[in-house]
């Protein structure tokens, strides 16, 4: 007879998975893919090195799976803003913005989700989600159509055009070794217009002032 786990260890079971996810992530966030150590992952997630092997047989696999969680993460604030009121254009806009101004905050995940070097799964795993990103762009994109904001076009390419636009347009800025924090807002407002040129909207969106930081209280 199959032994078969009991509601409390399948509980168990996938709040230890989570805890590793997370603690990827963060190692991630902080120093890229290179300081995602197992070694390091166990410590962060207050598990034995063994046990991440029991959850993710290899190094590649967990990384997939980070990535997999955090392309699910940002797919629903797209999804999020694609159900708010505005036009097709502001859409878009809204998404393109809102993509690159997050990976700008978070320069090592974002570069490690996009272009650091990393094992051949990885780099699958990456072509996936870009696909994925294009399915909620083609979905802009044919409503724009159907708005009669932009032009008929095939809506595959247009779409992965876009994913591969910012995305590339990120590489350099994100990049270690040639990271700068100077004109991100221009960053975000060329790619944004670039975005609707490409797919000929009718009508580009003001751009938004830079939101000014808040000042902190003084202290006596």
Not at 6 to 18: H, I, T, V, W, Y
Not at 37 to 49: D, H, K, N, R
Request: net charge positive; aromatic share 6%; charged share 25%.
């Amino acid at each position: 007879m199959a032994y078969k786990r009991s509601p409390l260890m399948e509980e168990r079971l996938a709040a230890n998975r989570q805890r590793i996810l997370q603690a990827a992530r963060q190692l991630v966030a902080a120093g890229g893919l290179r300081e995602a150590q197992i070694s390091a992952v166990a410590a962060e997630a207050g598990l034995s090195t063994g046990a991440i092997y029991r959850y993710f047989p290899s190094k590649a696999e967990l990384f997939v799976d980070v990535l997999n969680e955090a392309v699910r993460q940002e797919i629903e604030i797209l999804d999020v803003i694609l159900a708010g009121p505005g036009s097709a254009a502001e859409h878009l806009a809204q998404c393109v913005e809102s993509f690159v101004s997050r990976a700008l905050r978070g320069p090592n995940l974002a570069y490690a989700f996009i272009a650091e070097p990393a094992e051949p799964e990885v780099d699958a795993a990456r072509i996936r989600c870009r696909m994925m990103f294009g399915d909620v762009f083609k979905r802009v994109l044919q409503d724009g159509i159907e708005r009669g904001e932009f032009p008929p076009q095939n809506v595959d390419a247009s779409a992965a055009c876009i994913v591969g636009a910012y995305t590339e347009a990120l590489v350099g800025p994100i990049a270690p070794a040639t990271r700068s924090v100077r004109s991100q807002d221009r960053l975000i407002e060329s790619v944004r217009d670039f975005c609707l040129r490409a797919v000929g909207a009718t009508a580009v969106p003001p751009a938004k002032p830079p939101a000014r930081p808040r000042r902190r209280a003084r202290t006596a």
